[in-house]
């Protein structure tokens, strides 16, 4: 296998990027076909929900992240919150917004190319990205876990107060 000219290191949850880091930079585009840059963004804190509709974590996290976050906070200038689907047709990720009952906004990432800005392409979802108004990381999250669901539900309301 050809070596890339610098190794990829992931954490052991499969992120290769940091807390403290600044977010890639990538531009999505959503369901409703317009396209948002993540670097646009910079003055808000921002959420990004990598999910699929074959995750059964994802699931079971969506309807928490619609009602704990996005029906919250989503009329507030603020904040932005993006669900990006992993490698599926336009077709598919619109009926797994229906069936998951989420309105928040879901975009494209065909081929994951925007997921392996942030984890190894073949590691796991469901994960969550909180970037704050500088365009920096500031929590990573892997999996359902109710404590550390409320723990970032708790970091965006305190960001946002701020």
């Not at 992240?65 to 993006?82: A, G, R, T, V």
């Not at 047709?89 to 906004?105: C, D, M, N, Q």
């Not at 994960?127 to 365009?135: A, F, P, Q, S, Y």
């Amino acid at each position: 296998m050809a070596g890339k000219a610098q190794d990829v290191v992931a954490d052991s949850t499969g992120y290769i990027v940091k807390v403290g880091e600044m977010a890639p930079d990538f531009t999505v585009k959503l369901t409703d076909g317009k396209s948002i840059t993540l670097s646009e963004l910079r003055g808000k804190v921002v959420m990004l929900q990598f999910t699929a509709s074959w995750c059964g974590v994802c699931r079971k996290e969506m309807p928490f992240i619609e009602k704990d976050i996005w029906l919250k906070h989503k009329s507030n200038p603020d904040f932005m919150l993006i669900g990006i689907d992993r490698d599926e047709p336009l077709e598919k990720v619109i009926a797994f917004g229906k069936s998951t009952g989420v309105t928040y906004p879901l975009g494209l990432d065909p081929g994951a190319d925007i997921f392996a800005k942030y984890a190894l392409r073949k590691a796991g979802i469901t994960r969550n990205v909180l970037i704050d108004k500088e365009g920096r990381i500031v929590k990573l999250t892997r999996l359902y876990n109710p404590e550390e669901f409320a723990s970032l539900v708790k970091e965006i309301d305190g960001m946002l107060s701020e």
